[in-house]
């Protein structure tokens, strides 16, 4: 079998270092990044959803957000409906970090596929939403507490 998963795993791996130390200056550290830009792009989004999006379990979804909070990038605001809702909104400050969060995801994205063709990049693209699609069913399976039978 060839190592995909590992070659995935050392990609994921080596973004997430250098974003950690390219956010240091901002205080944004251990993929806390990951969630401001969510938050960013679906103002109003429950924690719930933000934890199955980034595919962590709740508690590691419940700490990263408690210190954005903290640290004044986002707030919760009560659903108007559903007061036990809390949604989640980026701040002012979590508004400005946004753009250059955004800007060096483009850049990583452009070197990582340096010299791939439109028709490459699509294929890798459609490939890699196929692999996640075949995961996330183990992902679901394993996080209700289930043990997957090898």
């Not at 205080?27 to 792009?41: A, D, F, P, S, V």
């Not at 962590?56 to 954005?68: H, S």
């Not at 400050?93 to 990582?112: D, I, M, R, T, W």
């Amino acid at each position: 079998m060839k190592e995909i998963l590992r070659e995935i795993g050392m990609i994921a791996r080596a973004l997430d270092s250098i974003s950690n130390i390219e956010f240091k200056d901002l205080n944004l550290t251990k993929g806390q990044y990951l969630y401001l830009i969510r938050i960013c792009e679906n103002p109003g989004i429950i924690q719930e959803k933000v934890a199955e999006m980034i595919k962590v379990d709740r508690t590691t979804a419940a700490r990263a957000i408690q210190k954005l909070e903290l640290q004044g990038f986002i707030e919760k605001r009560e659903d108007e409906i559903n007061k036990k809702i809390k949604k989640l909104f980026p701040t002012q400050k979590g508004n400005e970090v946004y753009p250059f969060l955004k800007k060096e995801g483009e850049h990583s994205n452009q070197v990582a596929l340096t010299g791939f063709s439109e028709q490459e990049i699509d294929c890798l693209l459609d490939f890699l939403q196929r692999v996640r699609e075949n995961i996330e069913s183990d992902w679901e399976f394993v996080k209700k507490g289930n043990k997957r039978d090898y």
